[in-house]
């Protein structure tokens, strides 16, 4: 059965990138953003400082980079479907893994290796979604990497109705173990809409081996490459902190259930959302556009923790944050040729691999200061800002560059 020839010509139908979507709600849903959820109580069992906490998401942020690093070799060896199908299955059972130590050293090595599996696994469905609905029009193609993306929603949902009741009905001590495995066990439940997706999009003939990086001609996309690089060490100190932060401020549990939830519920609707509205903007206004709407809801909390502006904020960064991998991924669909796809979401997410490996890490530090979580939270606005203005920098390649540059090779 090979895996990395041409997709299917007739129109891929909306619900292969939800099944497929459960890759992101695995490796990005349960496996990175959920840690913000059993943080508070995992950190207090265990006597971490902020640093050590910030450093267990850098983990996994150094895994995930590894991962997007090997994703396309990887697809040239075994086929897109049958790594990402990999790439799922081991996120999950590293995340359930992790739930079944109390060894900060295992704890972190386990926060590692579900980074490196949902890495591989994210940007392999990212180029699954993105290769099949190559024939689609702009606008169905990038809803269909929306409805792909937005799985991390779905994992953030699903983790804040899961999370928190299972936290409340074991004993502290007990509690975040409970959790992590129940996420490894919904992450393994998958498969069952993994495995007939992958089916229906099975290639026909092995002409479309996804590209190396070497092959990327990277004055394409430099600016975006870079901005991306900036989103994601901003974005995921936020993603890190803001339950302890919330916490801190007086939250109660249910108050973070719904801030959760209202977060993944946007971060799922933005694909119907951005979709048409931005995905035809040039060069990389689209990007900037989405970048501030994040930077916006980091701000929120800063000026006051009201339920209200708490939601507002949740509501904000939610219908953002995952759009911005969606624009970046529709500009390098618009900005290279189909065989570069894959090789160019590796290379992007290399880039919001490293900035998240090193957001966790300063946030946590500074953090650790006397200005407490609050300058973590400045950090990030101020590293988004940096990324906005980076990513208006970003032109746009008309067809006839990528007809030559094809043609070229």
């Not at 998401?57 to 396309?72: E, I, R, S, V």
């Not at 996309?221 to 974005?235: D, H, K, N, S, T």
């Not at 799922?268 to 995905?279: C, D, N, T």
């Not at 979401?345 to 966790?360: C, D, I, K």
């Amino acid at each position: 059965m090979k895996q990395t020839g041409k997709f299917d010509d007739s129109p891929i139908p909306s619900w292969v990138p939800f099944a497929l979507a459960a890759g992101p709600a695995v490796a990005l849903g349960f496996a990175r953003f959920a840690y913000a959820l059993i943080l508070p109580a995992m950190g207090h069992a265990l006597g971490w400082s902020l640093t050590t906490e910030g450093i267990m998401n850098t983990a996994n942020a150094l895994g995930y980079l590894l991962g997007a690093l090997t994703a396309a070799p990887l697809a040239r060896w075994g086929g897109l479907g049958r790594i990402f199908v990999i790439g799922v299955f081991g996120t999950s059972l590293c995340v359930l893994a992790g739930g079944l130590t109390g060894n900060s050293i295992l704890l972190a090595w386990w926060r590692f290796a579900s980074g490196a599996a949902g890495g591989v696994a994210f940007v392999t469905g990212g180029g699954l979604v993105a290769n099949a609905s190559a024939k689609e029009s702009a606008h169905r193609a990038a809803l269909l990497l929306g409805l792909y993306f937005g799985g991390a929603g779905l994992g953030i949902v699903l983790s804040a109705w899961t999370v928190p009741f299972l936290l409340i009905s074991f004993p502290p001590a007990l509690g975040w173990h409970v959790a992590w495995v129940t996420l490894g066990i919904l992450g393994l439940l998958t498969m069952f809409g993994i495995l007939p997706a992958i089916r229906r999009i099975i290639p026909s003939s092995p002409s479309s081996v996804p590209g190396s990086h070497s092959d990327l001609t990277w004055r394409r996309l430099w600016a975006v490459l870079i901005a991306y690089g900036f989103y994601g060490m901003g974005y995921i100190v936020y993603m890190t902190f803001i339950v302890v932060f919330l916490q801190n401020h007086g939250a109660h549990p249910q108050e973070i259930i719904w801030f959760w939830t209202v977060l993944g519920s946007a971060a799922m609707a933005s694909a119907f959302v951005w979709g048409r509205i931005l995905g035809h903007a040039p060069g990389g206004r689209g990007v900037a556009v989405l970048m501030g709407l994040v930077l916006g809801g980091v701000l929120l909390p800063l000026w006051s923790t009201t339920p209200f502006v708490v939601l507002a904020s949740a509501l904000l960064f939610g219908s953002a944050f995952l759009a911005v991998v969606t624009n970046v991924t529709t500009v390098a669909r618009r900005n290279l040729p189909m065989h570069q796809w894959t090789a160019a979401l590796g290379a992007l997410t290399v880039a919001f691999g490293l900035g998240q490996s090193v957001g966790p890490l300063l946030g946590g530090w500074l953090s650790d200061g006397g200005g407490g979580v609050r300058f973590g939270l400045i950090l990030s606005a101020a590293i988004l800002g940096i990324g906005i203005l980076t990513a208006l920098a970003q032109e746009e390649h008309g067809e006839d560059e990528i007809d030559e540059l094809t043609g070229s090779e």
